[in-house]
């Protein structure tokens, strides 16, 4: 059995606006970071798909997981049981379904258990994730979050 300790974060520039992720993973000695930046976007949503692309980075299914965040949004809704009864609901009324979807479907694939951790302290592997969050959201090629702009675009509808 594998033990992972990750660590992620998001981050969004005027919210919404620009954003990022960034992700620190590490098993025994290796260490490895992956981070991406988005034109449009929010900070919880960045929150949610770091550690949607943390777990979907994991080679073998079964592993037991830490993921450390400082996002409550995300610690929340998982520890609490919440995000199960919103899938129940088809998430009528929640933000971010696309990613609660996506995120259920690898949340189950492994042992996972949520740390909060306070943003921008002491703990040094969460501030590289802001690092890298932040350098991210200010690249040059940034991507375009689908989920995000058909959120925007279906609530102009009514």
């Known amino acids: ?3 992972i300790v990750i660590y992620t ?18 098993s025994g000695k290796h260490r490895k970071e992956l981070s991406e930046g988005y034109k449009h976007t929010t900070n919880n949503r960045m ?3 770091a550690v949607i692309v943390a777990l979907e980075s994991l080679k073998q299914e079964g592993s037991d997981v ?3 965040t400082d996002s409550k949004y995300v610690v ?9 009864n919103w899938a129940v609901k ?16 690898i949340y189950p694939k492994h042992n996972v258990k949520f740390v ?6 002491d703990t040094a592997e969460n501030n590289r994730c802001d690092e890298l969050a932040v350098q991210a959201s200010q690249k040059y090629n940034l991507l375009t ?3 995000y702009e058909e959120q925007i675009d279906s609530s102009k509808l009514f």
Do not use: Q
Not at 90 to 105: I, T
Not at 116 to 121: F, P
């Open 1 to 3: 059995m594998h033990k």
């Open 9 to 26: 974060d998001g981050a969004a520039s005027g919210n919404p606006g620009p954003g990022g992720y960034g992700i620190v993973l590490i």
């Open 76 to 84: 929340d809704a998982v520890e609490k049981k919440w995000v199960f």
């Open 47 to 49: 929150e949610l798909l």
């Open 145 to 147: 979050d689908k989920g």
């Open 116 to 121: 909060w951790v306070k943003g921008h302290a």
């Open 66 to 68: 830490t993921v450390y």
């Open 90 to 105: 088809n998430f009528k009324k929640k933000k971010n379904p696309d990613l609660w979807k996506r995120f259920l479907k």
